[in-house]
């Protein structure tokens, strides 16, 4: 082995050791406990609204911006949310959540592009949210590991962002800013 492969091998040892130990540092969700409002997901996600974000990829460009209109209800524990996102450019897609409120402030969810089935849980103003996501790029689909984190601001806004990974390491991040206050409840397409 020469050299300059044994110091090719020790950076990507190095670059993986430091990707675990950033993944095992997030936040328990614990920590915000105490902290008010307390964010009941069935009393918020609940009627229709809108919401705005964006897609920031590894180095934080932002690549896309997006409105999401969102309607969703609720029967006893089992909640219904469907999504319609309207990409700025010209792409638009849908996602239709089935919820399950387990007790605890524990909730799963599956959806159509979603493998399996996620797991959320509420603590406080918090809200996190665990799955796996595929993504259809080109000709091929992907699958993210995503980790939500809602966090609610008062009884009309929450923010919400959103880390994208592939094999432990992040590819991009979304951000998201729900405002159930807004008359509005239908996103401007470039068609209206």
């Keep these: 082995?020469?050299?300059?492969?044994?110091?090719?091998?020790g950076k990507t040892i190095t670059y993986l050791l430091v990707s675990i130990l950033l993944i095992s540092c997030s936040t328990d969700i614990s920590t915000y406990k105490n902290k008010a409002p307390v964010f009941?997901?069935?009393?918020?996600?609940?009627?229709?609204m809108i919401a705005w974000g964006m897609i920031q990829d590894y180095s934080s460009k932002v690549t896309r911006r997006f409105c999401v209109e969102?309607?969703?209800?609720?029967?006893?524990?089992?909640?219904?949310?469907a999504e319609t996102f309207y990409f700025d450019d010209g792409e638009i897609s849908y996602r239709t959540w089935n919820l399950t409120k387990q007790?605890?402030?524990k909730y799963s969810g599956t959806a159509e592009d979603v493998v399996g089935v996620a797991s959320g849980q509420q603590s406080g103003f918090a809200f996190q949210w665990q799955y796996t996501l595929s993504v259809a790029i080109d000709d091929t689909v992907y699958q993210f590991e995503?980790?939500?984190?809602?966090?609610?601001?008062?009884?009309?806004?929450?923010?919400n962002r959103t880390s994208m990974s592939k094999l432990g390491i992040k590819v991009a991040e979304i951000t998201l800013?729900?405002?159930?206050?807004?008359?509005?409840?239908?996103?401007?397409?470039?068609a209206s």
């Design 103 to 105: 007790g605890a402030g």
């Design 70 to 81: 969102l309607a969703a209800n609720w029967q006893q524990e089992q909640g219904t949310l």
């Design 1 to 9: 082995m020469t050299v300059l492969n044994i110091k090719k091998i």
């Design 146 to 159: 995503m980790d939500d984190w809602m966090y609610q601001i008062d009884q009309y806004r929450v923010f």
């Design 177 to 190: 800013f729900f405002d159930k206050g807004q008359q509005q409840k239908q996103c401007q397409t470039p």
């Design 40 to 48: 009941d997901i069935k009393q918020y996600f609940n009627g229709e």
